[in-house]
Nanobody
Framework: QVQLVESGGGLVQSGGSLRLSCTTSKFPLDEYAVVWARQVPGKESEGVSCINNREDTKYYSDSVKGRFTTSMDAAKNTVYLQMTGLKPEDTAIYSC?????????????????????????WGQGTQVTVAS
């Protein structure tokens, strides 16, 4: 299985924007779902978004809905995560992975993107730091 490669992280002020990229040269991303997740050291990983071009679906966790947008450029074989209205609590390492399907569930009263059991390996990730 192939890790995807993320880029685009950095340091931004609260309220600012960043665009993350996720790509690979090994297989066409538009034949899979692509999940973005984030993790803070010491805490569980949180699914952020999922895009599936074959099924024309996009899912977002409640924590980012309305602020983050995922998209795919098939010609560049790249999935983007456009992040706006960034908050200090968005600070995390963001990673992407290919999956067979996009899924979303309500857990503890919050809607979250849920990777399937067949999700591919996560990339190394890119650090996003939001200063208050």
């Amino acid at each position: 299985q192939v890790q995807l490669v993320e880029s685009g992280g950095g340091l931004v002020q609260s309220g600012g924007s960043l665009r993350l990229s996720c790509t690979t040269s090994k297989f066409p991303l538009d034949e899979y779902a692509v999940v973005w997740a984030r993790q803070v050291p010491g805490k569980e990983s949180e699914g952020v978004s999922c895009i599936n071009n074959r099924e024309d679906t996009k899912y977002y966790s409640d924590s980012v809905k309305g602020r983050f947008t995922t998209s795919m450029d098939a010609a560049k074989n790249t999935v983007y995560l456009q992040m706006t209205g960034l908050k200090p609590e968005d600070t995390a390492i963001y990673s992407c992975a290919s999956d067979i399907i996009c899924a979303w569930a309500v857990i503890a009263g919050r809607g979250v993107v849920v990777p399937s059991s067949q999700i591919g390996p996560w990339g190394q990730g890119t650090q996003v730091t939001v200063a208050s």
